[in-house]
């Protein structure tokens, strides 16, 4: 994929392989090619040893340029064609937001595990379902929350907060802008049934990182908003998007995310996450640093009782998740990240969606 820094649906991190299984122990597959983040899901559990045997899209040219980044991968002529392949334990997937949930319940009867794009659901029903048929399979439905699993200093602050380094999580928040890079887009981008709404969609991230840094497993929404802003040629696109939670054990959530990132920057958006703790506090700076010549993310910024500390951390943390994943797939564990933990995700996203809309 080009021009990843200027356009986040072509964002596809790669990193050091660190293989957890042999190779030909783990084979997966690709399918429903609908959102560039195909290309960093597929690269993560490839770097960590998953050999990619097939590939599936109803259109061919996507599935032509697909081929350019993974050469001698089979192209099935079908979802089930997949689907009946033994050998394959994982189907990677990031169809269009509202088929995301009906597709991998079918992956899911089939005995297969299943990862999706962000954001897992658009409707509540989807979710509904999903959980009935991940309980009633055993199989498990994992979702591709890139803007931590993906993201060195997000994966960082985890262990940094894990460790007891700031001491309690009090609050997090989270600002997810974007490039709308509109010309770009496909159709379905700007239509509310078929994306979600903006807090649905990458909303999803901000949520997702709230309970992981605050080990919450619930939170209430408090408050919501979305709005139509600077996009009036897409009447049914939301460009901004609000939210505050509150969690099961007390932490608090702010998130802003937006399409409304200008084009001075040369970073499809500057993404930024603050966790304050009773002990100290984290800032990152994910993709960018503004100001520096050179175009590098992955900063943390650390304050203790002890120190004050500026971490770039590219290239020294890893994408610890896909070996996880791989690993829990194989041994039937949650290491990576719970069921529960993945639904609760898509949930609050949801939640915070309908919210927005009533008020609206």
């Not at 783990?26 to 983040?37: N, P, R």
């Not at 050179?294 to 770039?312: A, P, Q, Y």
């Not at 564990?333 to 609050?348: D, I």
Request: charged share 25%; hydrophobic share 40%.
């Amino acid at each position: 994929m080009s021009d990843q820094k200027s356009d986040g649906m072509k964002y596809a991190p790669k990193g050091k392989p660190q293989p957890v299984v042999k190779p030909g122990e783990f084979l997966f597959a690709a399918a429903h090619l609908d959102h560039g983040h195909i290309y960093g899901q597929c690269n993560g559990l490839m770097e960590a040893g998953a050999q990619l045997k097939w590939v599936y899209d109803p259109d061919p040219v996507k599935v032509e340029e697909f081929q350019k980044s993974h050469a001698g991968v089979k192209v099935a002529r079908s979802l089930d064609e997949v689907l009946e392949d033994p050998e394959i334990k994982l189907v990677a997937a990031a169809a269009v937001p509202c088929d995301r949930g009906p597709i991998g319940c079918r992956v899911m009867e089939a005995g297969k595990d299943y990862f999706t794009d962000k954001t897992p659901f658009t409707a509540m029903d989807q979710l509904q379902h999903a959980r009935a048929v991940a309980s009633r399979t055993g199989r498990k439905y994992m979702v591709y929350y890139s803007e931590r699993l993906h993201v060195e200093c997000a994966e960082f602050a985890a262990q940094l907060v894990s460790d007891g380094v700031i001491g309690r999580v009090v609050q997090v928040a989270g600002f997810g802008p974007h490039r709308l890079s509109a010309p770009s887009r496909p159709k379905w981008f700007f239509e509310k049934a078929r994306y979600g709404g903006i807090l649905c969609d990458i909303g999803s991230h901000q949520f997702e990182q709230f309970l992981t840094y605050t080990g919450a497993t619930d939170a209430q929404v408090t408050h919501a908003a979305v709005a139509n802003l600077n996009s009036k040629d897409y009447p049914e696109l939301e460009d901004f998007g609000e939210a505050s939670l509150i969690a099961n054990n007390g932490a608090r959530n702010y998130i802003r995310v937006d399409w409304l990132t200008p084009d001075g920057l040369r970073m499809w958006g500057d993404g930024r996450t603050f966790i304050l703790g009773t002990n100290g506090y984290i800032e990152m700076r994910k993709y960018i640093n503004i100001g520096d010549k050179l175009v590098s993310g992955n900063h943390l910024f650390l304050v203790t009782d002890k120190e004050e500390r500026h971490m770039e951390l590219t290239g020294k943390v890893g994408y610890p998740f896909f070996g996880k994943l791989i690993l829990d797939c194989l041994n039937r564990t949650e290491l990576a990240m719970t069921q529960a933990h993945a639904f609760k995700a898509g949930e609050l996203c949801l939640l915070a969606q309908q919210r927005a809309d009533a008020l609206r």
